[in-house]
């Protein structure tokens, strides 16, 4: 098997956790808003997840997530 | 072969790449043995930048928990999931549900676009899936 993608997964997964691990501090800049993470770093971020798609050089392989107060129950 | 998955809060999770000719992108799918079908929700469609326009209506009705959305079907979506042997590929129908955003309020909006992409059964039975919260550990094996 080809390991072309399976690195760039994982790179996602660990942007992600980055997120998870330093949720708390990120509410206290950017809440309310979109933010986009590249290799552990917040690269941009928006109330409007469309503005910041635009302002993004490869926003479909970028981790992206809403950082809020607000919980969220949800029933898929 | 083993795809290890990630758990986000308490919710079981495997990263994906998808790829058809017009787009390619990541994303996360909520694993969801509820879903019969693995679909695409509003905020992956975004980022993935896919538009209604470009989608082939699906054939069966869905419904859901929830407002009503308009279903579409992609097909022969490529999906590569990491593995411990390395990519593992699959060519795949996707589902799309596309809530009508125009007409909601935006506090709505907001909430409806924080909703995760889903891996249903018609991928996840393919598999034997583990899901254990208590030990952390989330995969599909084979």
């Not at chain 1, 635009?54 to 949800?74: G, S, Y």
């Not at chain 2, 998955?5 to 992108?25: D, M, V, W």
């Not at chain 2, 995760?116 to 899901?131: K, Q």
Request: aromatic share 10%; charged share 25%; net charge negative.
């Amino acid at each position: 098997m080809s390991n072309q993608f399976s690195k760039e997964l994982r790179a996602f997964a660990e942007d992600h956790s980055w997120v998870s691990d330093h949720f708390e501090s990120l509410l206290d800049k950017y809440a309310e808003q979109w933010i986009a993470v590249k290799n552990r770093r917040v690269i941009a971020s928006d109330v409007d997840l469309m503005r910041l798609r635009e302002n993004l050089a490869d926003p479909a392989n970028t981790c992206i997530e809403f950082v809020t107060r607000e919980p969220l129950e949800m029933l898929l | 072969m083993i795809i290890e998955g990630y758990f986000i809060g308490n919710a079981p999770y495997f990263p994906a790449r998808l790829s058809r000719g017009e787009f390619e992108g990541t994303l996360w799918l909520l694993a969801d043995t509820g879903a019969s079908r693995t679909t695409l929700l509003d905020r992956d469609l975004r980022l993935l930048g896919l538009s209604s326009e470009a989608l082939t209506p699906a054939p069966l009705p869905t419904v859901g928990i929830g407002g009503s959305v308009r279903s579409f079907v992609l097909r022969d979506v490529e999906m590569t999931f990491a593995s411990d042997e390395g990519d593992f590929v699959l060519r795949q129908e996707l589902w799309v549900a596309q809530h009508d955003l125009d007409r909601l309020p935006p506090e709505e909006v907001a909430r409806i676009l924080r909703l995760p992409s889903v891996l249903g059964r018609n991928i996840i039975n393919r598999f034997r899936f583990t899901c254990d919260y208590q030990v952390g550990q989330v995969r599909l094996e084979r």
